[in-house]
């Protein structure tokens, strides 16, 4: 054999190897027609180790229904997604799974414990919404959506950006948890979800890996039409559920921290002796959250400025009223200014009393106060002292 | 050789040197036109039937000379005759040779040797529209299979010194003639001279087509890719000829060769020269998009359904999902088979007559298509992956055939190991590119090696007044092809 | 045929940036955490005046470095010299190729694909072996317009999605800085390359300074990726091995389009495909060059032997990366950085300069 067509004859026989592959198509790969897509996983605290419910999409002609998978006990997330494989023959994949429901006794640990699993995966994306869900995520995952949408495309919904742009509810996704979790303050939120009115469960139930259609969008579901409600944040300190902070704080929050640039609310202010009802409408317009050190203590302080504009009134207004929606009275402009002030307030003491680094207090101090940092260590975030600048203007 | 040729030198009178002649040329076609002269010296012309002008040896020689006595000599013969083309033959191989090809061999007694009348008819196509290069604009001339015509068709088109043909002579059997067409000035002479070489030192029976050439002058002739040029036209032909490039004609095709060559040529058309640049630009980026398409597409489906899912969006992912449920081959052999279906259905639609044509593609279309779909034999994702990359594929039909091996390779690779094969064969087939410049030119100019200058005529066509250089990838002698003149 | 100044940039600006995409920027959060961007730099400042001494030699002889050391210390040791390179480079290769092997697994297969997949890869770097110097010139100018559209996009993809204050506060790690740059030498070979282009590419005035220009460009490149990526990742950022795959995949512009960014990243492997083919082809150029044979064996004997230790060390890649980084790094430090500033002091002939602008033959 000539050195020159050396290359040439391997050439030729990796062409060989390769259409032995391509034909004989069973080297264990896992294709599209043996895997399972999982849209969505629910895990929950179990009696022995964790209970883990896995929506899968399964297309039909011309739409996707969902099938709700369970399996209990497992000591691992990697225990229960091999017993799913095992146990519907299916293998599942993760790459598509949009949503991390976490039942609310499950945050009573570390909920590190379980999903960082989903950080060592480099299959999973760690851009998955992460929610914590009031009760057991199981039957969150299994709760049927009223306008018809796999259950965890309805969820998805509500915690979309355009939801967190307006300030309704603090999406987190797995990469920003982590963070916070291994970050200087090891703090973190999630949006608590609630289930609201006759959100009967119609998924499984049942033990180890029975597989149940179920979920919203699925035939044979005999559950109620469930609507999902986010609008509550869980503060979380080294993995564990610590606080939560209700609708107003959580908008507080979301007008200081978070993307929201427009924002709805309500400000209450007395007119001719009696409480007005003012809903505003509100824009961003600029928000700065900066940590600065005077002396030995950390300062955090919020400015905020925002346009806002009367959305409606709970009094009947007079035309002359009512085509000036857009001009804010300064009464209500102050009281918005003193209503949100009192939220934040709030979010940050519940934060602070739980040792939630929320506004990212400790990261700050570590990047820009080092010195004070190493000095104050995890003390920081019980020494700081808030500063509030929240001012609202007319929108015209 | 001497000894050979002087026992076949023609030494006796006009009936010897003919049956001389005609014995050398004992075939059934080769005829002998015997006739006297005003003083009954006996004349003989050995010509082929079928190829020669029976009426134009009537009239322009046997008259004059039946009319006249005998001519003395040769130059008096020449002067009777009336034809513009007369050669002489001193013996019989090379008057042979003539004789074969359509021009008799006329014996005059007392007169030495042969005169060859230039009365060469051969019956020949109209010189018409290329089918696989027509343009809405611009000039619809094609090459026919003479190769005589074909030169007349490019020195009409650069009436010019400067154009030089060489003529050569290919094929021990078919002697087909070869012109090598050139521009003199502007044309590397020595590519010239190189393929002269090459080509001369091609010993073979015979040549049925320009093809054999290309073969001949590929340094790799079983590779895929195509290394040396092809066109039907032309005016294509010029204006390669223009940039510095060499031309090939043989008779007997009516594809002219160019050399060099450069992948990118296929992505140029006739008619990007006569529309605007920018439409240009935007026609052959579209070309290079459908050649992607065509060849990474059902490779790309292939391993995303195999190996990685997250390529699909999960909408697209739910409807391809949903598709396949119940087919029965793998994904990868799906689309295997079905390349191969799409194949056979071209192959076939070439091969069959017009007419029948067009019910096959109906039977391919719908019985094939839509009812395998219906059936649940095949996926419609799978359908209409594979129909895209078929169309995709005919946008450079140049390219058609390499694109067809290459989509195999891909899909084969893809199925095998997924889109790190897809990357694998890309770097292989690359190196293989890049590296491969038999005539000087790599494939891959003027994108590897970079030629900047040159990419003003590559994917982006820029206007005709920066196009006023000639490609420097082809080292021209004369750089300049357009200038503004002063005007006064 | 000898390479031009314009493909050696393009080398320098868009091939050997990529290498420093994957694992890289993992390993050197994990010693330099938010300094990373230092420790790189370090790094490159290295590579650099290692690159630049190699030019200014350049610029005064048009020998090979074979011709510069026969001529200085006679054949033998020039031979051995070149034996030792070649040794090198295949070396040098070793930690790669299992780095892209990790790579491929990982970001182009969604299960665990078998170990076969990735072997094709060294019919890929055969065939290239036995294609010389030219071909890495000229999968040079191929690989520049792929290596700036695709990361372009998938720097744009990201660049917005980063908290710039996570590198805060400079010069933290301290010492680890300079460990960091010394364990992330590995990943710059580029002085060593350069050394054996010497003589192999045709020098022209003003071709050190184009040369270190887009030497400077393509660690630019390195150095805002290394940001994006640790503003984005900060505390998780050693969780992020391949972090080219990870880091445009939060633009969420293409969104209905699905993971659009890993399009551009299969584009971009083809450039680090052709990246790991340059140490595999100096190593046979060095083989070549001191026996004075074909390029047809030697390209068989380097990819047999990283394929026989790749089989062996399959699984091993942390162990080897350990061993590589943090206790062979001498070994780049003295071929990779030491050797090309020796080369300077290498005796010469001088020669004729050839005047700006004029054309050489085309590679």
């Known amino acids: 054999m000539s050195a020159r067509k050396i290359p040439l004859r391997l050439a030729v026989f990796g062409a060989a190897l390769l259409l032995l592959l391509f034909f004989s198509n069973d080297f264990g790969l896992i294709d599209i027609q043996k895997t399972s897509i999982v849209t969505a996983v629910a895990i929950d605290a179990g009696e022995e180790g964790i209970d883990v419910t896995v929506q899968i999409a399964v297309p039909k002609s011309g739409s996707t229904a969902a099938s709700n998978v369970t399996v209990k006990n497992a000591a691992t997330m990697m225990d229960a997604i091999a017993e799913l494989n095992l146990k519907t023959g299916w293998y599942p994949t993760l790459v598509h799974c949009r949503l991390i429901l976490l039942g609310e006794e499950a945050a009573k640990d570390n909920v590190f414990d379980h999903i960082d699993y989903f950080l060592r995966s480099q299959f999973v994306e760690d851009t ?30 509500v915690l979309s950006s355009e939801a967190q742009q307006t300030g309704l509810v603090s999406v987190n996704i797995l990469r920003e948890f982590s963070k916070g979790y291994f970050g200087a303050g090891e703090s973190s939120f999630l949006p608590l979800l609630t289930v609201r009115e006759g959100a009967e469960t119609g998924g ?6 029975d597989a149940n259609a179920g979920g919203s969008g699925g035939a044979g579901s005999s559950g109620g039409k ?7 944040t869980a503060l979380f300190l080294r993995g564990k559920q610590v606080a939560t902070l209700g609708a107003e704080e959580t908008l507080a929050f979301n007008l200081a921290d978070t993307d929201t640039d427009l924002a ?93 680094d929320l506004f990212g207090v400790c990261a700050s101090l570590q990047r820009f106060y080092p010195k004070l940092w190493k000095k104050l260590g995890k003390e920081a975030l019980a020494l700081t002292k808030p500063v509030y600048d929240i001012q609202f203007d007319t929108m015209h | 050789m001497e000894k050979k040729k002087n026992s076949t030198a023609f030494t006796g009178g006009a009936e010897e040197n003919a049956k001389l002649l005609k014995d050398l040329l004992p075939a059934q076609d080769i005829l002998v036109y015997r006739f006297a002269t005003a003083d009954a010296k006996p004349c003989a012309a050995v010509f082929t039937d079928g190829i020669t002008d029976k009426q134009l040896l009537g009239e322009l020689a046997a008259r004059p000379l039946s009319l006249a006595p005998a001519p003395k000599t040769r130059e008096e013969a020449e002067q009777m005759l009336l034809f513009p083309e007369l050669r002489r033959a001193d013996d019989a191989q090379t008057a042979a040779k003539e004789v074969l090809s359509g021009n008799p061999a006329l014996f005059i007694d007392g007169v030495t040797g042969a005169i060859i009348l230039g009365t060469k ?68 002479e020595r590519l010239v001279q190189r393929i002269c070489e090459k080509l001369k030192r091609v010993e073979t029976d015979g040549i049925s087509d320009s093809s054999y050439v290309a073969q001949f002058l590929s340094s790799a002739p079983a590779s895929p890719f195509k290394q040396v040029g092809t066109t039907e036209k032309p005016d294509v032909l010029c204006a390669k000829m223009l940039e510095g490039r060499v031309g090939i004609l043989c008779d007997g095709s009516p594809i002219a060769l160019t050399l060099p060559y450069m992948m990118s040529e296929d992505f140029q058309s006739a008619q990007d020269y006569f529309v605007s640049p920018a439409r240009a630009t935007v026609n052959r980026i579209l070309r290079l998009f459908a050649v992607l398409v065509a060849i990474f597409l059902p490779a790309l489906y292939v391993a995303a359904q195999l190996f990685r899912l997250q390529l699909l969006p999960f909408g697209l992912l739910m409807t391809v999902s949903g598709g396949i449920q119940g087919i029965p081959l793998s994904p990868s052999l799906e689309i295997f088979f079905l390349l191969l279906v799409l194949e056979i259905l071209i192959e076939a639609s070439v091969r069959m007559p017009k007419y029948v044509a067009l019910a096959l593609s109906v039977i391919g279309a719908l019985v094939l298509g839509d009812t395998a779909v219906k059936a649940g034999l095949v996926s419609s994702p799978a359908i209409i992956i594979i129909a895209l990359s078929g169309i995709s594929a005919y946008t450079v039909p140049d390219l058609t055939g390499t694109l067809s091996l290459v989509r195999l390779a891909y899909i084969v690779a893809a199925g095998s190991i997924g889109t790190y094969g897809i990357v694998l064969l890309t770097g292989f087939l690359l190196y293989y590119l890049i590296c491969a410049d038999e005539w000087g030119v790599p494939l891959l100019a003027p994108f590897s090696p970079l030629v900047p200058h040159d990419l003003r005529d590559s994917l982006y066509k820029a206007d005709i007044w920066a196009l006023n250089e000639r490609p420097n990838v082809f080292r021209p002698k004369n750089r300049v092809r357009l200038r503004k003149k002063e005007t006064t | 045929m000898k390479l031009c100044v314009r493909q050696i940039c393009f080398l320098f600006a868009a091939i050997l940036p990529v290498t420093r995409l994957l694992v890289y920027p993992a390993t050197l959060t994990f010693w330099a955490k938010n300094d990373l961007l230092f420790s790189a730099a370090l790094s490159f400042l290295l590579e650099g005046t290692a690159v630049a001494s190699v030019l200014f030699a350049a610029s005064r002889t048009q020998k090979t470095l074979f011709q ?3 001529e200085n210390f006679g054949t033998l040791a020039a031979r051995a010299v ?8 295949a070396f040098s290769a ?109 020098y022209e005035k003003g071709a050190a300074g184009k040369i270190m220009l887009a030497y400077a460009a393509g660690a630019a490149a390195v150095l805002a990726f290394l940001a994006a990526f640790y503003a984005i990742f900060s505390d998780i950022a050693l969780l992020q091995q391949n972090a080219v795959a990870h880091l445009s995949k939060y633009a969420t512009a293409f969104t209905s389009l699905g993971r659009i960014d890993l399009f551009f990243v299969f584009a971009l492997t083809l450039v680090l495909l052709f990246a790991l083919c340059i140490p595999l082809q100096l190593s046979v150029h060095c083989i070549c060059a001191a026996f004075s044979c074909k390029t047809t064996l030697p390209a068989l004997a380097v990819n047999a032997l990283l394929l026989v230790l790749t089989l062996l060390f399959n699984q091993s890649y942390l162990e080897i990366q350990t061993l590589i980084t943090q206790k062979l790094w001498i070994v780049f430090a003295v071929f990779a950085v030491l050797l090309p500033y020796v080369s300077v002091f290498l005796r010469r002939k001088e020669k004729k300069m050839l005047p700006k602008g004029e054309k050489y033959e085309r590679t």
């Open chain 1, 128 to 157: 998955c919404l992460v929610a914590l869900c009031r009760g057991r995520a199981e039957k969150a995952l299994s709760a049927q959506s009223p306008v018809g949408d796999m259950t965890y495309a309805a969820i998805e919904k």
């Open chain 3, 94 to 202: 070793f930690l790669p190729i299992l780095e892209q092997r990790g790579f491929v697994l990982q970001v182009f297969y969604e299960n665990v694909p078998s170990f076969l997949s990735f072997l094709p890869f060294f019919l890929v770097s055969l065939f290239a072996c036995t294609k010389g110097l030219r071909s890495i010139g000229r999968a040079a100018d191929l690989a520049l317009p792929v290596f700036v559209l695709c990361f372009g996009i998938l720097f744009l993809m990201a660049v917005t999605e980063g908290d710039y204050t996570a590198l805060l506060p400079l010069f933290s790690a301290g010492t680890d800085i300079l460990r960091g740059g010394a364990f992330g030498l590995p990943w710059y070979a580029g002085g060593a390359y350069m050394l054996f282009f010497l003589g192999n590419f045709r």
């Open chain 3, 82 to 89: 070149y034996l030792l390179f070649a040794l090198f480079f």
């Open chain 1, 264 to 356: 709805y609310g309500n400000v209450t202010v007395t007119e001719r002796g009696e409480p007005v009802i003012y809903s505003l409408k509100m824009r961003i317009g600029k928000k700065l959250l900066k940590v600065r050190a005077e002396g030995e203590i950390p300062v955090l302080c919020f400015s905020i400025r925002a346009r806002a504009q009367v959305a409606d009134v709970n009094r009947a207004g007079s035309a002359h009223e009512v085509a000036q929606s857009s001009i804010v009275p300064e009464s209500v402009l102050r009281a918005a200014e003193e209503t949100f002030r009192a939220r934040l307030s709030d979010a940050f003491s519940k934060a602070k009393e739980s040792g939630c």
């Open chain 3, 68 to 70: 510069l050391l026969e």
């Open chain 1, 226 to 232: 469930a609507v999902f409600e986010a609008s509550e």
């Open chain 2, 121 to 188: 008819k051969v019956t020949l196509r109209a010189v018409m529209e290329p089918q696989t290069s027509i343009t809405v604009k611009g000039p619809r001339e094609g090459f026919i299979e003479d190769v005589k015509t074909n030169m007349s068709l490019v020195r009409r088109r650069l009436i010019t010194p400067d154009l030089r043909f060489e003529m050569l002579t290919l094929g021990k059997r078919s002697g087909t003639a070869v012109c090598i067409a050139y521009l003199h000035g502007i044309a590397d």
């Open chain 1, 204 to 209: 499984s139930d049942a033990g180890s890996g």
